[in-house]
């Protein structure tokens, strides 16, 4: 068993983290095109990734070097889905910079090193039953998870989905054969917009849920911190996306600042994230 440990993460009064952060050699068992902008990516470790993982945590990957892309640094990379076997964890990602060009030219049967599982993750509550999951792009792989938990657990689902085009949209992805009523916006034909999505969450929210999710769009969580005000009963989370080096705390590269209590209070991403309480995130914020 290729194994190494590297730190041990503290239990949260959230979902609960491993007790062990860990390096682990992968082979590549799937990796496809989902659409023209999103890949999915399966890997096969001897360690039991399936039972230490939980929704919203993330991976940080070691991409390959090629002879025309070589990045450096390892990247991080939320779990779209883990199981059935033991050792299996899944990515759905978007082909961007140099990392994920790199990633893209993985053949099945070759190996990768991935590190993990790292941060904090989403907190569903056994009395809830029913939540609002709002995903925009590939935040819908970090929802993921968290669909699969729910729907387990019985719980209803209401699901706002934000892309750019119909295209885009993956509802399926989301859902992986889940029940849940979803709303699809879109840019192209302009109903993604603030002042068009506003009044139906506002109505989802009145016709009631326990607790609301949220990746993907800065513009989308702050719209859900305003209409949550009187609301103050209902659970809200949101799981951020954010540039960073370690993904294990010690860099410093991606602190961010949250409100709490009246004051600034500066957070490691990585590591007292990515989830994080929605109603102490601040906007305008893009280090």
């Given amino acids: 068993m290729n194994c190494t440990v590297v730190d ?12 062990r952060v860990a390096s682990h050699r992968c082979r590549v068992t799937a990796h496809r095109a989902v659409n023209a902008r999103y890949r999915y990516l399966r890997l096969q470790a001897e360690a039991d990734l399936a039972g230490s993982t ?33 050792g299996t964890v899944e990515f759905l990602y978007a082909v961007a910079g140099t990392g994920t060009q790199a990633l893209a030219t993985l053949a099945e049967g070759q190996s990768m090193e991935i590190v993990g599982p790292l941060g904090r993750g989403f907190t569903l509550d056994a009395q809830a039953r029913r939540v609002l999951l709002v995903a925009r792009g590939v935040g819908l792989a970090t929802m993921a998870p968290l669909v699969r938990q729910a729907a387990q657990a019985g719980v209803a689902i209401d699901v706002l989905l934000s892309a750019r085009s119909p295209a885009d949209a993956m509802a399926d992805e989301l859902l992986r054969g889940a029940p849940a009523a979803v709303h699809a916006v879109f840019d192209s034909d302009g109903s993604s917009a603030v002042d068009r999505v506003e009044p139906l969450l506002a109505e989802l929210l009145t016709a009631g849920c326990d607790a609301v999710y949220t990746c993907g769009s800065e513009r989308l969580a702050l719209l859900l911190r305003r209409l949550l005000q009187p609301h103050p ?29 009246g004051h600034v209070a500066l957070q490691r991403v990585c590591r007292e994230g990515p989830v994080f309480p929605l109603r102490e995130m601040l906007g305008g914020w893009h280090g």
């Fill in 8 to 19: 041990d993460l503290p239990a949260t009064c959230a979902t609960a983290a491993p007790a």
């Fill in 233 to 261: 009963q209902v659970r809200a989370e949101v799981a951020l996306e954010q540039r960073m080096a370690c993904g294990m705390g010690v860099c410093l590269s991606c602190v961010r600042p949250f409100e709490r209590k």
């Fill in 54 to 86: 939980r929704p919203g945590q993330f991976y940080q990957l070691r991409c390959p070097q090629t002879s025309a892309l070589q990045p450096f640094l390892l990247r991080p990379m939320s779990v779209y889905g883990t199981g059935p076997d033991a």
